[in-house]
């Protein structure tokens, strides 16, 4: 099985900033894409961040502030997220996609962190 450890929520003020890292573990041959959402109670889940090879692309409301990020040695995707609003605050969820090792051909996984709180209140 490939894990997932994800860290780096908590509370901050408004305008302050958080980096959330998540870091896969297993037999992983490499990584494809990796992606943030996020969660608000009585919301639909939001696509916020998704990074595949050098290719990025982000949710409107978190263009110019959010920045995705991944080292493929530590098979972990960072969120440095920068100026944050009340409207950010949200369970924070990562995505990993990539090629799992196995004894006959290597196949595809799709992984879930297990969620970190952000909130953005004074």
């Known amino acids: 099985q490939v894990q997932v450890v994800e860290s780096g929520g908590g509370l901050v003020q408004p305008g302050g900033s958080l980096r959330l890292s998540c870091a896969a573990s297993g037999s992983i041959f490499n990584m494809h894409t990796m992606r943030w959402y996020r969660q608000v109670p009585g919301k639909q889940r939001e696509l916020v961040a998704a990074i595949r090879s050098d290719k990025t692309n982000y949710a409107d409301s978190v263009k110019g502030r959010f920045t995705i990020s991944r080292d493929n040695a530590r098979h972990t995707v960072y969120l440095q997220m920068n100026n944050l609003k009340p409207e950010d605050t949200a369970v924070y969820l990562c995505?990993?996609?990539?090629?799992?090792?196995?004894?006959?051909?290597?196949?595809?996984?799709?992984?879930w962190g297990q969620g970190t709180q952000v909130t953005v209140s004074q």
């Open positions: 995505n990993l996609e990539g090629v799992e090792i196995t004894p006959g051909p290597y196949v595809d996984f799709d992984a």
